[in-house]
């Protein structure tokens, strides 16, 4: 089973930041909290990972809470391509290691 | 840059005939894997294949389901005799061992109907 907890869905207005929450509390030292998302239809794209520091890339930043048990993915201006539905996994992410996806959260970006 | 691609992207067949899903990963990669989305539902694993053995499987992957990889390019799932509950969306991934962290790329998908 997924380790985490998301909203089902969520709406944002275009050209805003959409922040997604995912609580993990159970989340274990050595996990890594990745993101990904699934455009309609489509394979899973990588969006981002980190293990305790906030990170950025091109596509979002990730900001981890200090103990871990939570985290926010955050979109810094969506548009409507970012309409998908986004998953937040914890998994050690080494080796063969699959990825167990949970139901997400369905982002609605809003014209 | 680089993508994992899948063939074909739909197909239809006739329940208990054979089917053979179609993977190259991407080409430095050496870890692999198929999962699938009955539509509607969560993305599920299926199994995962390192060295040309299956490093784990999943209880959906039962005696019907095989994978190979039969060169040096090519990844395949083959389902021996198709029920109906295999409808789904077949997407199958790869990773480099090599890199920090476990980042799966995953293909388009190939939609699976049985009739």
């Known amino acids: 089973d997924a380790k985490t907890t998301q909203p089902p869905s969520m709406d944002c207005a275009e050209g805003r930041a959409a922040n997604l929450p995912c609580n993990h509390s159970?989340?274990?030292?050595?996990?890594?909290v990745y993101w990904y998302r699934q455009i309609h239809s489509q394979g899973p794209q990588y969006i981002i990972h980190?293990?305790?520091n906030n990170e950025t890339n091109e596509m979002a930043s990730l900001i981890i809470t200090e103990d871990r048990k939570s985290s926010t993915l955050i979109l810094p201006h969506a548009t409507l391509r970012d309409t998908a539905v986004y998953y937040c996994?914890?998994?050690?992410?080494?080796?063969?290691?699959?990825?167990?996806f949970g139901k997400g959260t369905r982002l609605h970006i809003l014209p | 840059e680089p993508e994992v691609t899948q063939t074909p992207s739909h197909q239809v067949t006739q329940m208990g005939q054979e089917v053979i899903l179609r993977c190259v990963p991407i080409?430095?990669?050496?870890?692999f894997y198929w999962y699938r989305q009955i539509l509607g539902q969560k993305v599920e694993f299926l199994v995962s294949?390192?060295?040309?053995?299956?490093?784990?499987k999943s209880e959906i992957f039962d005696d019907q389901f095989s994978v190979e990889r039969p060169d040096g390019s090519n990844f395949t799932l083959k389902i021996r005799s198709t029920k109906l509950e295999d409808s789904a969306m077949y997407f199958c991934?790869?990773?480099?061992?090599?890199?920090?962290?476990?980042?799966?790329?995953f293909g388009p998908g190939t939609r699976l109907t049985v009739l």
């Open positions: 991934a790869s990773t480099n061992a090599w890199r920090p962290y476990n980042e799966q790329f």
């Open positions: 159970t989340i274990s030292g050595n996990e890594y």
């Open positions: 980190g293990l305790k």
């Open positions: 996994i914890v998994r050690v992410g080494l080796g063969d290691d699959k990825i167990i």
């Open positions: 080409s430095n990669h050496l870890y």
């Open positions: 294949f390192y060295n040309n053995e299956i490093s784990e």
